[in-house]
């Protein structure tokens, strides 16, 4: 899989949101984006998952330009965004059965997926009987559960506390280690980023633009030592620095 994008711009009216982006991925790649609000990092999820076009540039997917929403990308939202009617295996189950595969299929990979993302017994229960952890686990269960090449998530963790957030992120990790999923993290929490990503990218916004861009080469086998490790600091001050540098350019 190989993901381009090719000096995409975006404009609502007469506002620039996105300018120039240009990036790559590959399969098994693990990217984040992390900018300040509005600098369009959800625009850009969107524009990648089909659901909005982009003004100007490109995007392709395996050298086929992105025109439409597809189960090739699979995206988790920003905000919890579960059919609150449906279970959660019917959650998980229906982007499969849009797709058409067998009730079989559906059932068994349903089961499956539940079980990636720790959820086995949770199944028959409706979104709202389940904490907001569980909930973004079962929307990433229902995103890998069409095969997609590639995951696209949107602060999936944003909403949650500090703890659960820690866990969903080792939760994550684990995931991407284990499959070798190629996964599009946005976050503006750097440390996020930094726990999870192989590469980042840094918007600034007004017009959301590129205007950093970090290998991240940290050793990933034990994540409460890696959050003290010196070189994980010192890359966390030093994008946390760019980050406020960029908030006090805007005041
Ligand atoms: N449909 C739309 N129509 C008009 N303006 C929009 C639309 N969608 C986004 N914008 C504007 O584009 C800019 C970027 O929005 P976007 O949601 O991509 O930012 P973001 O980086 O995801 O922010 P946050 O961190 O708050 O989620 C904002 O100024 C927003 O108001
Ligand atoms: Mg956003």
């Not at 620039?16 to 790649?29: A, D, P, Y």
């Not at 909005?52 to 929403?69: A, Y």
């Not at 709202?128 to 686990?137: A, T």
């Not at 590469?199 to 080469?217: E, F």
């Amino acid at each position: 899989m190989e993901l381009h994008l090719e000096n995409l711009s975006k404009r609502f009216g007469s506002k620039t949101v996105l300018e120039k982006i240009n990036f790559s991925m590959q399969s098994g790649e693990f990217l984040a984006l992390v900018g300040s609000s509005g600098s369009g990092k959800s625009t850009i999820l969107r524009l990648i998952a089909g659901l909005d076009q982009p003004s100007e540039g490109s995007i392709l997917v395996d050298g086929d330009p992105v025109t439409g929403p597809g189960p090739d990308r699979g995206m988790v939202f920003q905000k919890y965004s579960l059919y609150p009617w449906l279970s959660a295996a019917d959650n998980v189950a229906f982007g499969m059965r849009l797709q058409g595969i067998k009730p079989q299929e559906i059932r068994e990979r349903t089961g499956y997926f539940l079980e990636v993302v720790g959820l086995s017994d949770a199944g028959a229960k409706l979104p709202r009987e389940l904490s907001g952890g569980m909930q973004q686990r079962v929307a990433i269960a229902r995103a890998l559960a069409t095969n997609p090449r590639v995951l696209l998530l949107d602060e999936p963790f944003g909403a949650l506390d500090l703890q659960i957030r820690e866990s969903m992120q080792d939760f994550l990790l684990q995931l991407w280690q284990r499959t070798g999923l190629t996964v599009l993290l946005i976050t503006h929490d750097v440390e996020e980023a930094l726990v999870l990503a192989q590469r980042i990218h840094v918007l600034a916004p007004d017009p959301g633009r590129i205007i950093r861009s970090i290998d991240v080469n940290l050793d990933k086998q034990d994540l409460s030592q890696l959050r003290l490790s010196k070189d994980f600091l010192d890359l966390r001050r030093s994008l946390s620095g760019t980050l406020r540098a960029l908030e006090a350019a805007l005041c």
